[in-house]
């Protein structure tokens, strides 16, 4: 009986996950979006290689930091990937979701990175909290941004260290 119950509390979790309940941009909190693009790169397959990086950093990852998977959907429409990350001085959190969308024989994938605390200026933490994951992968083309306040003039220096 007891199995019943935690199947059903399994199913109804997944059936309730949705990247629409990502934390709202708003004024209060620093944020950042990110597009970018691996060319000739399967959505299924990269979506599997991001998850496995960024677990492989729940003890540490760039710059110190400890990402943890919070929530995920492999076969939503679109696959999405919820990560935090904890700042390894002060200990903040940012959340991170990275959406894939299929693009001919490309992969294009919208990441947005949100402070959960109070903040304005970040120090370009949540542009490095997405960087960061996108670097390690391997190679992406036709990097945008929106909404971020600070854009780090060399990501590789400063993502290094944030």
Same mark, same amino acid.
């Given at each position: ?40 790169t ?20 760039? *710059?110190g ?15 999405y990937i ?29 990441a947005?990175?949100? *402070?959960?605390? *109070? ?28 909404q ?15």
């Amino acid at each position: 009986m007891q199995t019943l119950t935690l199947a059903a509390v399994a199913l109804i979790s997944a059936v309730s996950a949705d990247p629409s309940n990502f934390p709202a941009f708003d004024s209060g909190h620093a944020h950042c979006a990110m597009d970018v693009t691996f060319p000739f790169t399967d959505c299924n397959v990269l979506w599997v290689e991001i998850d496995a990086e960024v677990r492989s950093w729940s003890s540490g990852g760039p *710059s110190g930091g400890l990402y943890a998977v919070y929530e995920e959907q492999e076969y939503y429409a679109p696959p999405y990937i919820w990560t935090t990350r904890t700042t390894p001085i002060h200990k903040y959190v940012d959340d991170q979701i990275f959406e894939f969308y299929p693009n001919g024989t490309s992969c294009d994938v919208r990441a947005k990175s949100r *402070s959960q605390p *109070s903040s304005y200026y970040d120090y370009d933490t949540n542009y490095c909290n997405m960087w960061n994951v996108f670097n390690s992968v391997g190679s992406f083309t036709d990097l945008s941004t929106s909404q971020c306040r600070w854009i780090p003039s060399d990501p590789v220096a400063t993502c290094a260290e944030y």
